[in-house]
Every structure is written in C-alpha cells, then in structure tokens.
C-alpha cells in the first residue's frame, strides 16, 4: 500500500480534518471509558505541538442520519479537551465552516456527530465535500470504523490530500506484521461460538499461518464432525461439510488445526457449576463442553512455544464465568510471557478477546490489541476495507 502517514507530513499552519473513533461508553451522561479518547489524543497531540489545528469528526451510537441529541458529541467535550490537554471548540456541521475558518495553529474543532446527516452512510459526495472544505489535509485515524464506505472515511478521501494517523498506522503495521508477513512458525488461536460466524476467518487464516488452534464451541463443532457426541453441548450439526472443506483448505497450505484432546463440562450454564474434565470424545449426554481441558492446555502450550507470530480472535471457553475461563486465561498469560521475553509477536482483537485479555490481566503485555471490532474481524476474512483501500488510492499532493 501507499499510504502516508501524516506525521510525515509538514502540518504547521495546516487544518487537518481528522475522522476519529470517539464512540465512547457512557453512564447518566458522563464518560464511563475514555480509553479510546485518551489514546486518539496521545497521537494528536505532537501533531498540535508542531503548528497544526485540528477538525474532529467523528460518530456517536447509531442515530441512522437523524439529529438525536443524546447522542450529541458535546457530552465528550470536556473528556477530549483534559485528554488533548487544550480547550475544544464544539460546532455543528452547519456551523462547523465558520469555526473551522477561524482556527489559529494549535487550536481544536469538534464537530457534531457525522452519522446525524442523512449522506454518510450513504457515502454522500456532496456530503462528502462539505466534509473536506473544513481544512486542507485529511487524517483517518479510525481503523475501527475502515471497514465503512462512509462519507467521512471513504469519499472525503477522493478530494484532498489523505493521510493515515497515528493509531491507523500503528493498527496496519501490527495487522500486517502478524497476517501478511507473519514470522514463522505463526500460530492462530480462534475460538468463539459459531463456526458459521467465522467460516471467511478460518478460510483465510489456514492459508496464511502454519499453526491454527481451534476454541469455544467452534471446537465442538470439529469435534462433532470427527464422531464426538455433544451431550448438550453449543455445536453447529450443519456445519460438518464447512469443517472439511477448511481442513481440506488448512492441509493444501501445509496448516496444521489443533482441538483440544480433553474439555472441561458441566450440567449447569453458571459460574462456579459442579465440573468434570473428559475426554474430547466423551461428553457426557446430559452435559455441555464449556471449556478445554488441562491436557488441551499443555498441548496448546507446546504449540505457542515455539511461535515467533501469534495471532489471537476469541476465547477458548465459556470465559466469562469461573471455572470456564482457565483454559483462556492460561494461554493468555502463556502468550504474554512469551512476548514479554521477547520470543514473539502477539496481536490479538475483537471484543471478548480483549475483555478475556483484560481479565487475564495480560492486555498490556501483548505486541498490539486491537480494539476495532469488525474492521478486525474483516481483515482477518482478508477483505478490502474501503477506508484504507480510499486512502490507499487517495490524492497524494494538495
């Protein structure tokens, strides 16, 4: 690709209009996680310092193009004003060209949120120009929102000159570092409910990895296809044929898929539920599998030792509730001290991976964690994300 990065940019005296991911949690009107706040500002703020303004768009929940004030981004003023470490103007897009026009060097405009008009999701051009009239240099730093032919991450691209931000490139470099040039031997670990959900994920993974390990009732479903019975156990009996066209698929590129030989069931969906460990082949008829057992542990262990690329989307078991989180928590903390020793690069995203990782208490000690959702989970099913492929294409020059 031939994105630019805007730090390599000269921005003194430059508006940048930067699309930002500020769609933060909140409780009774405040801020209640303003980690992807605090994050987007730590790589705005340099570009501040050296004499650049800046024009912050960004989209708040889904409001399906229509004003709704409660998902208004002055709520998240104040929290992006003591991140940036300077006052933030606010304006809406009909005021927002007055606003931006007045900005000095070093100064911020937050706009209104963008999903309030009718055309971005659209990818509305026009929608699109009003966009970039705001300033001279685009800037998306919203990897998480990549995936998105929006007005204000695709269209805006094709009209001035576009660059990628901080965390975007920070999230292609260690995308691309652990998919598309992985270090061999490269492992993945998947787990997850459904089969179904990730058959573009497995597809893709087995022909670029050497190693995939397969979790959760995922798990179940390639045990069933082998003869194993489920008991009650989450599996997709409609899924046998995808299974073997997978593995089919993972032994054309020389991959090898790992099941765990034993699982940890239950009789009750519930934390702390009386368990037993069995064999993989030998759930019980009255039990579900809700976790890998310590022998799929060790194993699955060996398989990271001797990694130099890991690559991590979903947990291995029921993690949410103890005792089911042990096989997850143990191979996050294997993988984590593997990293720290310097023995290989991990990257893992999606939702319940980085909340597993967080309740491991490994999250900072992984290469990169992605926070970026579908953007991830699409680049792991090797899709073309119409952000990146915008800046990708994108005018180099003003």
Known sequence: MSIRAITDLDVAGNRLVVRADLNVPMAEGRVSDATRITRFAEG????????????????FGRPKGATDP?????????????????????????????AAAALQPRQVLLVENVRFEPGEERNDPALAARLAALGDIYVNDAFSCAHRAHASTAAIAELMQATAGPLMMA??????????????????????AKVSSKIAVLKHLVTKVDHVIVGGGMANTFLFADGAPMGRSLHEADEVETVK?????????????????????????KARAASETVAANACPADAMILDAGPAAVAAFRDVLAGARTILWNGPLGAFEMEPFDAATVALARTAADLTRAG???????????????????VTAQFTYVSTAGGAFLEWLEGRVLPGIAALDAAPTAA
């Open 245 to 269: 066209a997978i593995r089919a698929l993972a032994a054309k590129h020389g991959c090898t898929i790992h099941l765990p030989p034993d699982v940890v069931v239950a009789r009750e969906f």
């Open 70 to 98: 409660a998902l208004s981004l002055r709520y998240i003023r104040d929290d992006l004003s003591r991140a940036l470490g300077c006052p933030v103007k606010f304006a809406s897009l009909d005021e927002a060209g007055e």
């Open 44 to 59: 705005m703020k340099p570009l501040l310092a050296r004499g650049a303004a800046l024009v912050i768009l960004s989209h």
């Open 343 to 361: 023995l290989c690069v991990s990257v893992a995203g999606g939702g319940d991976t980085v909340a597993a990782l967080n309740a491991a208490g």
């Open 171 to 192: 999230e292609l470099a260690a995308l691309t570092r652990a998919l598309e040039v992985p270090q061999p031997p490269s492992v993945a670990i998947v787990g997850g």
